[in-house]
């Protein structure tokens, strides 16, 4: 089967009003294959709703090829450019973008009244918009208006009218964003039901790293308009592809290590570390783990991969603890889910599992930033700004 949607070295760049060219979209490859669920991730800035509308045809990039369900839809070699009603997909907007004048019905049925080719008789689109309806479940709503729904009804209206032309690729940017936690963490299941069911391509946009991880098969991790990584979510949690993709999903612990390749350790200022086979063996390289790695032990285990630290606070997050332990200049975070006897100022060692440990190159630019020891992720930071 032909890939749902599939884009090759695609380029967009946009001037600002001050002359300086922003790359919103640099030399970007993805194949999304027919029903995934495919979320583009990345900090704010970083590109994703120019993808977006670049698939959609509201954007022409400069260059590069765009294909959906086999059919190019842009292409600056073949000089192809195919307008957004004709590439067969529909876009679902932050506000959901209902008309507060319409009733659901007149909402749904609006993209069939506006459509350039094949007009439809009144009858034929009563149908569609009756079995679009139907299909989200929302059949007994069909004389009621925007303001007399709740969030997830409006929700499933939007979806109702993205689906209602038959398009098999749906595009959302950031959908959920306007709804507060509870609210969204109810509709975002729904609207994964919905997909499953019915079918459909997803491609979502999001800069929430627990949405990504929750709604995709597979995750597109953007940066300054490249694609960093694109894998499933465990993948890309697991088997980062750069320091970036590390820090940016989950949280990390990090420290700087040199590689000593007679004993087969990295040397740290925590002391000797060995890492699983297999891991590259830079000179210079930032060792990083993951909170939940790391083991806490009140006796010396005697071996690598153990730094002793101080226990400076513990956080009750209720599903686990997180220590925060000083270890010489670097703050170290670690989550434990079983209880221990710790308490502040006790002198612990961490111990760490060599399969656990994430090695990237020390090239300074790849770094997120100078300070050493543990990282909120930035995909937290940038949710709190934004919300
Ligand atoms: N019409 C435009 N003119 C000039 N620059 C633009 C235009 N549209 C987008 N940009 C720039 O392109 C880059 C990518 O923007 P884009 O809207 O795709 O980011 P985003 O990842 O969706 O961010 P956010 O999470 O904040 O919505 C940004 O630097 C932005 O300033
Ligand atoms: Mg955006």
Not at 49 to 71: F, H
Not at 171 to 182: H, I, M, T, W, Y
Not at 266 to 273: A, D, E, K, V, W
Not at 364 to 379: I, K, L, M, V, Y
Request: proline share 5%; with cysteine; charged share 25%.
């Amino acid at each position: 089967m032909e890939p749902a949607v599939q884009i090759d070295r695609l380029t967009k760049e946009f001037t600002r009003r001050d002359g300086t060219l922003v790359k919103a979209i640099d030399d970007a490859d993805l194949v999304v294959e027919p029903g995934e669920f495919v979320v583009l991730l990345g900090p704010s800035g970083c590109g994703k709703t120019t993808l977006l509308r670049t698939i959609a045809g509201l954007e022409t990039p400069d260059r590069g090829q765009i294909r959906v369900s086999g059919k190019t839809v842009f292409s600056s070699d073949e000089r192809v450019l195919v307008t957004p009603s004709q590439r067969n997909l529909s876009m679902m907007f932050q506000s959901y973008a209902l008309w507060p004048h319409m009733t659901v019905r007149n909402n749904v049925r609006y993209p069939l009244e506006n459509r350039r080719a094949g007009k439809m008789s009144r009858s034929q689109m009563q149908e569609k918009v009756e079995d679009s309806l139907a299909t989200v479940g929302i059949s007994d709503l069909i004389d009621q208006y925007p303001g007399q729904l709740s969030g997830g009804q409006q929700q499933r209206t939007a979806l109702a009218r993205a689906l209602v032309d038959g398009s098999r690729v749906v595009l959302f940017d950031e959908p959920l964003s306007n709804v507060d936690a509870q609210v969204r963490e109810q509709l975002r299941i729904e609207l994964l039901a919905t997909q499953r069911r019915l079918g459909f391509t997803a491609i979502f946009v999001t800069h929430d790293q627990a949405e990504a991880m929750e709604l995709a098969t597979r995750i597109a991790v953007l940066d300054q308009g490249k694609v960093q990584q694109f894998g499933t979510p465990e993948e890309i949690y697991r088997s980062p592809a750069t320091e970036y993709v590390a820090t940016f999903i989950g949280s990390t612990n990090r420290m700087a290590g040199a590689w000593d390749s007679s004993a087969g350790v990295f040397r740290t200022s925590h002391g000797p570390i060995r890492v699983g086979d297999g891991r590259p063996t830079p000179k210079q390289a930032n060792l990083l783990w993951r909170p939940e790695d790391g083991g806490l032990s009140q006796e010396d285990p005697g071996t690598t991969n153990a730094i002793s630290g101080t226990v400076q606070a513990m956080l009750f997050m209720g599903s686990h603890t997180e220590y925060i332990v000083q270890c010489g200049e670097d703050r170290m975070r670690i989550w434990s889910s079983r209880p221990t006897s710790l308490s502040v100022d006790d002198h612990v060692w961490i111990t760490l599992d060599p399969e656990c440990v994430m090695v990237f190159e020390d090239s300074s630019d790849s770094r997120p930033s100078d300070e050493a020891g543990s990282t909120e992720s930035a995909a937290g930071r940038s949710a709190e700004v934004v919300s």
